[in-house]
């Protein structure tokens, strides 16, 4: 074909087909977006307000984790400190063999039994390393402190050292007696078969710590309670050394073992008056140096762990000399006797289980109203 021929027919064409639309450059579809409504104003201010929320969330989060792991170290911090101020404020510690809860029914409040040797005492000579054994076996203070069920008041029940108890698995005898024949075990079992209450805890005390822990708070004022060694009743300002000389078991005393332990509890009295009383434990530096002092001297359980004693700390809070009563077991009508040709305390088993029957049931403030047997110290 050359170039000026005419086009030849399209003979793949049907005859009455029409040409093919051309597609058009944008289609409808492309457009749909057109055709939506424009949100509205209200919508648009909701999605702002949740996202403004969903970060403000993000951030509280991110601020609660940080506050977390700022308070984890802080707390990890305090803790390795509390450790450290308890090791060294109580390191001074003996620890001996569990002994308390042998007899005896568990009661409301709580009942420790404190046994103490004097160093002043014409027995003190104390062998290197003895410790706790040397003071069950010359126990010179013993009470049993009551701390009642509501921590707002205790009781300092004392029994004379030389008591003539009932001992189980034998006859009669001292206290020193029963540590004689089956130590410390039995000691405890004889105080807790004769009162019918279970120990919560026995802690001893070389009386050395009351000598440090007079002189840390600057001398004591002692209200002695009887005339006797030259000493007129009254008010007497006494230092470490001569605290020590006063609760001392001399022949100048009268009725012996009943005044030394009068003199004992105007010591202890003196004692939370000037330190409790006094504010002395409100300063932290005192507070440590009391405690260290004490701690030096004291002897505990096993069982009586760090964590426990914080706990009796804590619980003994409220403690003054205005709500802490001292007083002394109800005695014979001629109490002083010989016991193995030693001077020796008999008690009155009869009025001294009215006074258990009121420990045991947390009632002692009404014993003391109704009831006049036992010593009170005023």
């Known amino acids: 074909m050359t170039p000026d021929e005419p086009d030849a027919p399209d003979e793949a064409r049907a005859p009455d087909e029409a040409p093919p639309a051309p597609r058009p450059l944008i289609d409808d579809r492309d457009l749909s977006w057109v055709d939506k409504p424009e949100i509205s104003e209200e919508t648009k201010e909701r999605r702002r307000l949740k996202r403004e929320a969903h970060k403000a969330k993000v951030r509280r989060k991110r601020r609660v984790r940080r506050t977390a792991k700022v308070f984890a170290a802080l707390l990890a911090v305090l ?114 078969t004769m009162t019918g209450i279970r120990m919560n805890r026995v802690i ?59 003199r004992q509890q105007s010591l202890l009295k003196a004692l939370m008056i000037g330190a409790v009383d006094g504010g002395k434990v409100t300063n932290p530096f005192t507070l440590n140096k009391l405690l260290k002092a004490t701690a030096g001297h004291l002897s505990v359980e096993k069982n009586f762990g760090y964590l426990h004693m914080f706990g009796m700390l804590l619980s003994m809070r409220h403690l003054r000399s205005s709500n802490t009563t001292f007083l002394t077991i109800p005695v014979a009508a001629h109490p002083n006797v010989t016991f ?11 009025k001294d289980a009215t006074l258990w029957a009121a420990l045991r049931a947390d009632q002692l403030s009404g014993y003391l109203t109704t009831s006049s047997d036992a010593a009170v110290l005023h």
């Not at 010179?140 to 108890?165: E, F, K, W």
């Not at 840390?216 to 007497?236: K, S």
């Not at 193995?340 to 009869?350: E, F, R, S, V």
Request: net charge negative; aromatic share 6%; hydrophobic share 40%.
């Open 79 to 192: 803790l390795v400190l509390g450790g450290i101020w308890f090791v060294y404020t109580f390191g001074g510690l003996q620890r001996m063999p569990t002994v308390a809860g042998q007899a005896g029914l568990e009661t409301q409040g709580t009942n420790i039994l404190l046994v103490g040797s004097n160093p002043d005492e014409p027995d003190a000579i104390k062998p290197p390393g003895s410790g706790w054994t040397h003071d069950f076996a010359h126990s010179d203070m013993v009470a049993i402190l009551h701390l009642t069920q509501d921590n707002r008041a205790m009781y300092v029940i004392s029994i004379p050292g030389t008591s003539i108890v009932p001992i189980p698995g034998g006859a009669p005898g001292t206290l020193r007696t029963a540590y004689a024949r089956g130590g410390a075990p039995l000691y405890v079992k004889s105080i807790e």
């Open 204 to 262: 001893t005390l070389d009386l050395n710590g009351l000598r440090e822990i007079t002189d840390d708070i600057g001398g004591v004022i002692v209200n002695v309670p009887t005339d006797a060694c030259n000493t007129a009743v009254g008010p007497h300002r006494l230092d470490g050394e001569q605290v020590l000389d006063y609760i001392s078991l001399q022949s100048c005393l009268p009725n012996g073992d009943l005044d030394r332990v009068q």
């Open 340 to 350: 193995d040709d030693t001077p020796a305390i008999k008690l009155d088993p009869a």
